[in-house]
């Protein structure tokens, strides 16, 4: 009811937010990749116990997850795919082995997805009820930019983030995480947190975080400078 609506209704206000007031282009994207895209984004191979592969009925082939090098070379393993964690994913493998022109970039892109997750070896007592599921809806957003602007976008995502907090008047704060709480694809996180009033305590919503070019690496994304030269 009641519940269902509003859940429908705050996904509508991100989407409509970035869209209209932040520049950023909605996209529909799939809901199963394959190994390659998620090796390009850096979940595979170290997280593979928190993503939920999908395999074709009767395929009883070895797991997908030792194939993302191969995957990424080339030797692709058509009949294993993955839920996505995140539309960060597929948002990003848009432009994976491109080559845009300069003046393309920056590329703002957003997306409503749900994102399946394991959650593996978070069971417990602070994670019972509708804290932790293995599918959640999230609106994410991605920009992709030159190298020289990367820290300015950060902080321009930042202050997007907040504005959503900020209109729906929760009570929030914002934490830059320390170098021992970065994942290993991050150069600098932020992490958006509201409090719970039910738990009496302070929960994370948003994580917004620079990667440099480490997800362009492993994706070959690349442009073509002033002067005709391919970049990452």
């Given at each position: 009811g009641g519940v269902a609506r509003l859940h429908r209704a705050l996904a509508q206000f991100m989407l409509d937010m970035h869209t209209t007031r932040h520049g950023y282009t909605e996209c529909y994207t799939p809901y199963l990749v394959n190994a390659s895209a998620l090796f390009g984004t850096g979940q595979l191979p170290k997280f593979e116990e928190d993503l939920f592969r999908v395999q074709k009925l009767g395929d009883q082939g070895p797991a997908a997850g030792t194939e993302a090098g191969q995957e990424a070379s080339g030797q692709a393993v058509p009949a294993t795919m993955y839920?996505?964690?995140?539309?960060?994913?597929?948002?990003?493998?848009?432009?994976?082995?491109?080559?845009?022109?300069?003046?393309?970039?920056?590329?703002?892109?957003?997306?409503?997805?749900?994102?399946?997750?394991?959650?593996?070896?978070?069971?417990?007592?602070?994670?019972?009820?509708?804290?932790?599921?293995?599918q959640f809806d999230k609106v994410e957003i991605v920009r992709i930019d030159r190298p020289e602007h990367s820290y300015t976008s950060l902080e321009e995502m930042v202050t997007y983030v907040r504005s959503l907090v900020e209109a729906l008047e929760l009570p929030w704060r914002i934490l830059r995480l320390c170098?021992?709480?970065?994942?290993?694809?991050?150069?600098?996180?932020?992490?958006?947190?509201?409090?719970?009033?039910?738990?009496?305590?302070?929960?994370?919503?948003?994580?917004?975080?620079?990667?440099e070019s480490y997800q362009a690496n492993r994706l070959k994304c690349r442009y073509r400078d002033a002067d005709k030269k391919v970049q990452l």
């Open positions: 839920l996505i964690p995140t539309s960060e994913v597929s948002l990003t493998n848009l432009v994976a082995g491109e080559i845009l022109p300069g003046e393309a970039l920056p590329l703002r892109l957003t997306a409503h997805t749900p994102c399946f997750r394991s959650e593996a070896g978070s069971y417990g007592r602070d994670t019972r009820g509708m804290i932790r599921q293995h170098g021992g709480d970065l994942s290993f694809t991050s150069a600098l996180t932020f992490d958006f947190e509201v409090f719970s009033a039910v738990q009496k305590r302070w929960l994370e919503v948003s994580s917004v975080s620079n990667f």
